[in-house]
């Protein structure tokens, strides 16, 4: 491949699975949209065409559309449906959670209002007993978009803080996923953006779960 002329495709959770890789290199031509990509990408996975609809693209981790350029040396990134400011803790770790680690990120004394979430393995889904859950993440833009949620958080309700840290890996029942804090001055903002974090984490995060039951396994957002 001549140098500057290829891009790399990144594939995970569900995208992953059907490719059997998480990363390839395509050669693109001078112009190239994410729309010529996909083409290129269902024409070598043939298997990966009906999961298209469903994907969300990004380009150099951020979301674009099917219109978009994609210059040469671009990384795109192939998002299936995810499952689901200032200072703060926005991370992505392989390790169990503790809710302290938010709470200590946020808290101050000029911090009169302290809330916290914690999103804990449920034992079953629509009458299934759940057996384990396989989180993945793209990691660096997970951390980004989070970071992007607590900034969105501070525009709306000025002096809120987040911290946000989400576990990656094989988790059972009981474990937590996800912990969240959101501190403000008064109750009422910190209450705000600690529920704000919650529904944002379920649309842009590149985070992924895949349930597995006694009688078969899910991803999540793809349904059977």
Not at 80 to 98: H, K, W, Y
Request: with cysteine; hydrophobic share 45%.
């Amino acid at each position: 491949m001549s140098p500057g002329t290829s891009i790399t495709v990144l594939y995970f959770a569900a995208a992953r699975e059907r490719t059997g890789c998480t990363r390839e290199e395509y050669e693109v031509p001078p112009g190239a949209s994410v729309a010529d990509v996909l083409r290129r990408v269902v024409g070598r996975h043939p298997g990966l065409e009906r999961l298209v609809p469903h994907l969300r693209v990004a380009v150099d981790q951020e979301f674009v559309g099917v219109d978009a350029p994609v210059r040469p040396g671009a990384e795109v990134a192939l998002i299936p449906p995810v499952a689901g400011g200032g200072p703060g803790l926005f991370s992505v770790v392989e390790r169990p959670l503790r809710l302290e680690e938010v709470v200590e990120a946020v808290g101050g004394e000029a911090y009169g209002g302290l809330v916290t979430f914690g999103g804990s393995v449920r034992n079953e889904t629509k009458g299934r007993r759940v057996l384990r859950l396989e989180y993945e993440a793209y990691a660096p833009m997970a951390e980004k978009k989070l970071a992007e949620i607590g900034a969105e958080a501070a525009a709306k309700w000025p002096g809120v803080r987040l911290a946000i840290v989400h576990r990656v890996g094989v988790l059972v029942p009981g474990e937590l996923a996800v912990v969240i804090a959101a501190a403000a001055p008064h109750r009422k903002e910190a209450f705000r953006g600690c529920e704000y974090a919650i529904e944002r984490l379920k649309q842009d995060v590149p985070i992924w779960k895949k349930e597995f039951f006694e009688d078969g396994e899910v991803w999540v957002g793809l349904g059977p």
